[in-house]
């Protein structure tokens, strides 16, 4: 497991502070994952339902990525917080090119706890890439509290 604090200075990318958790893509980091993500809430004020709803969220989408990732792979997880938000990324290499279902009780879940994006692509070989990279982005809805 590795566990990454950047700032936006870091990461250049905005005024947001990120955190970046990598764990190896397997059902038992989960609580791990979750367990990041309700610290993060919990350090932006958001209340106990607002906790709940992204520990789960964050559940759901790990989930989905982790039963099609590839075996022996990693799992990346950046959270930043801004503009009255939590964005968090999740993204695995998968040997499919395969979407999770949309037509699911999970997919269902976790677009009415956030917004949330699924993207797939091609690795570069050149990059050492040998399959996929399959990615779900969330966004939490805005709060009075961030």
């Known amino acids: 497991m590795t566990a990454t604090r950047m700032t936006a200075k870091d ?3 905005s005024s947001a502070e990120t955190i970046e958790l990598k764990v190896a893509a397997e059902a038992r980091q989960l609580p791990i994952v979750r367990a990041l993500a309700a610290n993060i809430a919990v350090r932006q004020d958001l ?7 992204l520990k789960l ?4 989408a790990c989930s989905m990525l982790i039963s099609r990732a590839a075996p022996g792979t990693a799992m990346v997880c950046r959270f930043r917080v801004g503009d009255g938000r939590i964005h968090v990324s999740a993204v695995v290499e998968a040997d499919r090119d395969e979407l999770p279902g949309r037509d699911t009780f999970g997919w269902y879940v976790l677009t009415t706890l956030a917004d949330a994006t699924v993207h797939v692509e091609p690795m570069l070989p050149s990059r050492g890439g040998r399959g996929h990279r399959l990615l779900i982005e969330l966004v939490t809805p805005r709060t009075e509290s961030l």
């Open 47 to 53: 209340d106990l339902d607002s906790v709940s709803d």
């Open 11 to 13: 990461a250049q990318t």
């Open 57 to 60: 969220a964050v559940d759901e």
